[in-house]
């Protein structure tokens, strides 16, 4: 059984540029959500995409938009890039669609510096 | 709007003692589910243990079990005979039950010492 990976591992961009992460969630889950992790802070919800349509949105800007793929892999795609974007991104697969309290497996996250 | 509050920044024991960490919740509803993730140093955050409130038994995996204190609001781990492998950060997360968003606490940091 594959885990959830993320590509790339690490990235650095200039404010106003735009960049897309990805990530491949595990074998048989339906459900993908994204996070973002400030330095030394919790995580933050970002979006979460069952069966190809967003699920749930948390307090992020249009400018953080997502897409989910027949395959349950997915994108984050981040628009005019600010400073305060620098973070860990995480994306997690799951089964949610069925159930709330079905495990989220993490993937190792994207490194985002933002110079 | 539920908030996650995790008032120990930074927590420290020695190898074998037992440790406790805190986390308190705010929210209105009902039906909800609480977990502890633990993210070991530069490692993926993985799920140590979680709880349904309408459950009234603590949950309990292997050396780690919470404290659900539900009229509190407060949701603690208790990790025995710590092992230097239990060295991360530790997470408190609570998800409402109609609303599948996971909302995060700021973390404890655990240092287990030889």
């Known amino acids: 059984e594959t885990g959830v990976t993320q590509s790339p591992t690490h990235l650095i961009k200039t404010r106003g540029q735009q960049v897309t992460l990805r990530c491949s969630s595990q074998?048989?889950?339906?459900?993908v959500s994204w996070y973002q992790q400030a330095l030394g802070q919790g995580p933050q919800f970002i979006f979460q995409y069952y069966r190809e349509e967003e699920n749930g949105r948390g307090n992020f800007p249009p400018r953080f938009s997502g897409l989910q793929f027949p395959n349950y892999s997915s994108e984050l795609n981040v628009n005019a890039l600010e400073l305060d974007d620098s973070a860990l991104y995480l994306c997690?697969?799951?089964?949610?669609?069925?159930?709330?309290?079905?495990?989220?497996?993490f993937g190792p996250g994207t490194r985002l510096t933002v110079l | 709007a539920q908030t996650v509050t995790q008032s120990q920044p930074e927590m420290s024991v020695q190898e074998a003692e037992t440790v406790t960490l805190s986390c308190t919740y705010d929210?209105?509803?009902?039906?909800?589910?609480l977990f502890w993730y633990k993210q070991p140093p530069s490692r993926q955050m993985i799920l140590v243990i979680r709880?349904?409130?309408?459950k009234q038994q603590n949950a309990t995996e292997n050396r780690f079990s919470v404290n659900f204190q539900k009229a509190a609001k407060s949701f603690s781990l208790k990790i025995s005979d710590s092992q230097l492998g239990d060295t991360a950060m530790y997470f408190c997360a609570f998800m409402e039950g109609s609303n599948y968003q996971l909302i995060w606490g700021a973390g404890t940091k655990l240092i287990i010492k030889p």
């Open positions: 074998s048989g889950h339906n459900t």
């Open positions: 997690a697969s799951s089964s949610l669609g069925t159930s709330p309290y079905n495990e989220q497996f």
């Open positions: 709880q349904e409130a309408y």
């Open positions: 929210t209105s509803e009902s039906n909800y589910y």
